[in-house]
């Protein structure tokens, strides 16, 4: 029986078990994938107690995807690019990070655009911001950030050759796609993106997931955009995670609806 996990403070409310054991259920790989809650000041004892305990392999979330990298054996070059690792693999006792993320971003806006030459604009800048901005340049489009602190934008539009802005310019903007990367919304009726701005965009992709349909998506579909919510990113990135531990690849309606039965459960 192989063991994989989650490291995050706090992963309690994570879906990721959920997505992940009914797919190893559904492959008939032996294998459980549990929560492993780690305290900041406890992850460098608990990554090399991964190797010790002999653990497969574990998701790595908020706020432990950058720290993480000092404690590996080899990093990816997409994760050293975009500066974060999601995804841990053992590989007889050596540790290797990689970042799905960005990959789970680009499938779930490709799925409803070719990104190819297209206007983005991020709302957002932080830690998920850098996967979002990196699949998008990455797929070629042209970038927009726009973020509450404007120094934050500019750190990483300078990093992957985007444009920064302060979100008090929001009024502004204009583009192909917009993806709202910011916490906003979370559990509240609020969205950093007024309805008359949405108008002029195609496509709307939120990462907050609680509640599926947030404010800014409710109004971008009202607008006229194809919207994505933020289980979609999440899937497709629970998805490139268990091919790097399984060299399988799971269904997305599969991981989509054991994510969504335990969001029904926890909220
Ligand atoms: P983070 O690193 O803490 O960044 C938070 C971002 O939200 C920053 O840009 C921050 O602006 C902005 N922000 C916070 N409060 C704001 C407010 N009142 N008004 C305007 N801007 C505000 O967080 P993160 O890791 O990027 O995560 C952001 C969200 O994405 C979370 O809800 C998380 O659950 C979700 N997420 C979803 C997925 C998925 O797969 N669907 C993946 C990762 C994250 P400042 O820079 O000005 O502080």
Redesign the pocket.
Known sequence: MKVYGIIGWPVAHSLSPAMHNAAFQAYGIKAVYGLLPVAPEELEAAVRGLSALNIAGVSVT?PHKEEVMKYLYRIDETARRIGAVNTILNREGKLFGFNT?WL?AQRALTEKIDLTGKEAVVV??????KAVVYALIQAGARVSVY???LA?AEELARRFGARAYP?EEINEAHGDVIVQ????G?KEERS?VPKEVLRRFKVAMD???QPLMTKFLREAQEAGCAIVD??S??VY?GIEQFKLWTGLEASPALMRQAAENALKGAS
Not at 124 to 129: E, N, R, W
Not at 181 to 184: C, G, I, K, L, M
Request: net charge positive.
């Open positions: 908020i993320d789970g957002g800048a932080g830690g998920s911001a973020n509450r602190t934050r979100l990367t910011t916490s906003v979370l950093p990462l907050v997931y933020g289980l990113m999440l990135q």
